[in-house]
Every structure is written in C-alpha cells, then in structure tokens.
C-alpha cells in the first residue's frame, strides 16, 4: 500500500466506522420506544379515524378527541358524526352516547379479547411493556424520529378478529393506528397530538 493509500485509509476507515455507529444507534428496540412513551404523562390530541368496511358504500369517518393521562385513563371522544365518549379507566370500560342518551359500563376483566384491544391502546400510549406481551408478539421499525410498532396478536379471541395493530410516530408522539382485521375491513386513524405538557 503506497503512503497515499495509507492516509486515505486512515482517514476513511474510523469515518466507515463513526458511520455504522451511527446507524446502528439509530435504530430503535422496542424498549426504547416504550421508555420514550412511557414517560408522557399526559396527552390530548385530535384525531380522524376512517373505517373501511365491504358492509358500508363509502368510508365511515369519525372525528374528535383523544385524552391520556397515567397511570390509566384513556378517553376517546367521537364529535362526528355523533357525540359518543369511550372511556377505559383503571378495570372499566364506560360508553356513553349523548346523541342517543345512553350510557353502559363494562367490567375490562369479563372479556379477555376486549380487554386485549384496551390494552393495544392504553399500555402502547403508557409505554406498558409488559402489558403488551401478554396480549401480543411486537415488532418494532425505524428510529426515535419515525417509528413503526407491530403487534400480531397472541389472544385467540382478538385474533379472530384482528389481524395486526400498527401504530407509528414519532419520538413520544402516536401519529398514525391502523387496525387490520381478519375479514379484510380495517380503520385508519390519524392523530395530531398537542404538546406534551
């Protein structure tokens, strides 16, 4: 190797492999992201989910709220097309349609594959590892800036009816869920979340 050679391989070599440092570092594990989303304790966002059904014409598409806070409390509200309030908190799950004036409440523990979808939402958003691998087998993409988590349920029950669950966003923040469900129907729902306070 002549000197000139040299020199270039010792400038070159330690950039290769500051290089592959990076990208290695780069990559998210899933204990990571779930660190990450472990430690919001709170978070309101809007968001617009899409259903796609072979039952229905056209697309059904819902509006409204979604609200955290930990350790437990999840809440979505539907503002369009009608004023419905799901809310999970603590074992309970409570449905409240105002348009129709009724309201029900469901003990989580009394139907393992709902409490398994509760679950895909809550301990995600709590960043509850252990939580989802009693329920799912996890896969996780990408980096703290754009990153994909794949759950493929274990629960015989959920998994009649479900598919996958793929949830992506960035750092803290859930952006996008998408829901595959067995007979091909699945829901798409966009989330803008406001600043972590």
């Known amino acids: 190797m002549t000197s000139g050679a040299r020199g270039w391989a010792r400038v070159l070599v330690p950039l290769a492999l500051a290089a592959g440092a990076t990208c290695a570092a780069a ?28 039952l229905l014409k056209s697309p059904l598409v819902l509006q409204g709220t979604l609200s955290y806070r930990r350790p437990d409390r999840l809440e979505k509200h539907v503002l369009e097309p009608q004023d419905e309030r799901i809310t999970v908190e603590g074992g309970q799950l409570t449905l409240e349609n105002r348009s129709q004036n009724r309201s029900k409440r469901i003990p989580i523990a009394s139907a393992p594959g709902l409490a398994a979808l509760v679950e895909s939402i809550r301990a995600t958003r709590a960043g509850d590892l252990a939580a989802l691998k009693r329920h799912y087998v996890l896969q996780v993409e990408g980096s703290r800036e754009q990153w994909t988590l794949t759950l493929r349920p274990l629960d015989s029950q959920v998994a009649d009816y479900v598919t ?34």
Do not use: C, F
Request: proline share 2%; hydrophobic share 35%; no cysteine.
């Open 27 to 54: 990559a998210l594990t899933v204990t990571e992201l779930m660190q990450m989303l472990g430690s919001v304790q709170s978070a309101t966002a809007r968001y617009v989910e899409t259903r796609e059904s072979a």
């Open 164 to 197: 996958s669950i793929v949830v992506s966003g960035s750092e803290s923040r859930i952006a996008r869920i998408i829901v595959q469900e067995t007979g091909g129907d699945r829901s798409v729902t966009e989330i803008t979340e406001d600043k972590n306070p």
